[in-house]
Nanobody, 124 residues
Framework: QVQLVESGGGLVQAGGSLRLSCAAS????????MGWFRQAPGKEREFVAA????????FYADSVKGRFTISRDNAKNTVYLQMNSLKPEDAAVYYC?????????????????WGQGTQVTVSS
């Protein structure tokens, strides 16, 4: 059973940056495709970014492309989301997830494990 714990959220001004971390325990993430998702109040959870198990490929929602970067360090059992040029509309609870299925399953939120989320607030 893999446990995922996100950290790094907080309050930032528009235009600022945050780096989220997702630390795994109870198993290695090296065999999992990993994703970041977010959910704003009153909205459905949405896909943000994903990275394949080998880190060979990354994928982004159009709304964050060019501003966010997903990466992973399998030796540290950790996945990161670097968020730059933050906008008020980026404010949400951010979740990481791990899936053994295809990367397309990640896009569809068909994953094996979820973290508990970390709050990101962006002031205008």
């Amino acid at each position: 059973q893999v446990q995922l714990v996100e950290s790094g959220g907080g309050l930032v001004q528009a235009g600022g940056s945050l780096r989220l971390s997702c630390a795994a325990s109870g198993g290695t993430i090296s065999i999992y495709n990993m994703g970041w998702f977010r959910q704003a109040p009153g909205k459905e959870r949405e896909f943000v970014a994903a990275i394949t198990w080998s880190a060979g490929s990354t994928f982004y929602a159009d709304s964050v492309k060019g501003r966010f970067t997903i990466s992973r360090d399998n030796a540290k059992n950790t996945v990161y989301l670097q968020m730059n040029s933050l906008k008020p509309e980026d404010a949400a609870v951010y979740y990481c997830a791990a899936g053994r299925g295809s990367i397309w399953s990640i896009f569809r939120q068909q994953v094996d494990y979820w973290g508990q989320g970390t709050q990101v607030t962006v002031s205008s």
